[in-house]
C-alpha cells in the first residue's frame, strides 16, 4: 500500500487518538478501515519504513507507571552516533533525539523506580564519558501531539 493512499490517510488520521484496547486492535482497526489485519499491518511497516511513523505504542501521563526523566548530554559531534547507540541500548529509554546545540543528546528514561532511573544515567555516563543532565518533571504540560494530515 502506498504511504500516500486513501487508506494509509485514514490510518493515520484516525487512529491517533482512541486506539482499540483489545486482544487483536489491528483486526478492530482493520474492520473499521474495511480492509484485512494484514494490510493494516503490512500499512504501518510501510508507514515506517519509510519514516512517516516513528512508533505505534501508548503515551502514558508521566510517572503514572513508574517514573521518568528527562535527560540530556553534551556529545562531541564525532561520537554522537556512537553515544546516541549506548543510550538506545537501554530498555528504559524509549526514544532519543539529536538536536542543533551545545547540549545535542536528548532522551527520556522510565523506569519502575526513581533509584533504576538514576543507576542507567550513571551508567551511561560512566559508559560514555559524557555528562547526563537529570532533567525531571517539575511542571507538566499537556500537548495534543494528534492532528490531521492534509496531503496534496
Request: proline share 8%; glycine share 4%; net charge negative.
Amino acid at each position: 500500500m502506498p504511504t500516500d493512499s486513501p487508506t494509509a490517510r485514514r490510518l493515520l488520521d484516525e487512529f491517533q487518538r482512541e486506539f482499540p484496547l483489545v486482544p487483536r486492535p489491528y483486526a478492530s482497526v482493520a474492520a473499521w478501515l474495511g480492509i484485512t489485519e494484514e494490510e493494516v499491518l503490512a500499512a504501518l511497516d510501510t508507514l515506517q519504513q519509510a519514516g512517516i511513523v516513528a512508533r505505534v505504542g501508548a503515551v502514558l501521563e508521566p510517572n503514572r507507571a513508574g517514573v521518568s526523566t528527562l535527560a540530556a548530554m553534551a556529545v562531541p559531534p564525532p561520537r554522537l552516533v556512537q553515544v546516541a547507540a549506548l543510550v538506545s541500548a537501554y530498555a528504559e529509554v524509549n526514544h532519543n533525539y539529536e538536536r542543533e546545540h551545545a547540549i545535542n543528546l536528548w532522551f527520556v528514561v522510565t523506569a519502575p523506580t526513581r533509584a533504576r532511573i538514576e543507576q542507567v544515567l550513571g551508567e551511561i555516563e560512566h559508559a560514555s564519558g559524557c555528562a547526563v543532565l537529570d532533567l525531571p518533571l517539575v511542571q507538566p504540560y499537556k500537548l495534543d501531539l494528534g492532528f490531521a494530515l492534509q496531503w496534496n
